[in-house]
């Protein structure tokens, strides 16, 4: 520190006032850059976020009604094997297999709409998710094959 301090006072006074405003100014620099930026950047998110997630909390108030009541329409367990509601559910099927505990189904020539109407029903209805699905084209238009298996949801 001595020697910063005789090394300060060998200078002339314009230099020493030079050294000084450069110090200040460093100082000034480290201040914003270094702690007032980040600090006023990590608030700004925390707001941010903050207003989000009530955002968030007021839609889930508003739409809890919405969702319980359709919770009440998840799948129910008929009892009924995989195999004998994806017969009774589909058409356009060439067969249809036991896969474990759930079903492998071939359909031939079926509407690409109809399918995924089917498919969506068979979700919403019975909770069979699908394990593996391929989907070919045929020469008709809107027209597809597909070979799906399912498996049966644990809901």
């Not at 020493?16 to 007032?36: N, W």
């Not at 909390?57 to 994806?86: C, F, H, K, Y």
């Not at 109407?117 to 045929?138: C, K, N, P």
């Amino acid at each position: 520190m001595n020697k910063l301090k005789a090394w300060y006072s060998s200078l002339e006074a314009r230099e020493q006032r030079m050294v000084g405003i450069g110090a200040a100014v460093l100082c000034a620099i480290i201040l914003f850059g270094g702690i007032l930026l980040p600090l006023e950047s990590a608030v700004s998110t925390a707001v941010k976020t903050k207003e989000q997630r009530r955002g968030d909390l007021a839609w889930m108030r508003v739409n809890a009604p919405e969702i319980q009541a359709g919770s009440a329409s998840l799948a129910a367990d008929t009892g009924e094997a995989p195999v004998v509601l994806v017969d009774r559910m589909g058409s356009a099927l060439r067969g249809t297999q036991p896969s474990g505990s759930g079903v492998r189904v071939q359909l031939g020539a079926a509407p690409f709409d109809t399918l995924v109407t089917w498919l969506a029903a068979l979700d919403e209805r019975y909770g069979f998710a699908i394990e593996s699905i391929s989907v070919d084209r045929t020469a008709l238009p809107g027209m597809v094959n597909a070979n799906i298996t399912f498996a049966q949801a644990k809901r």
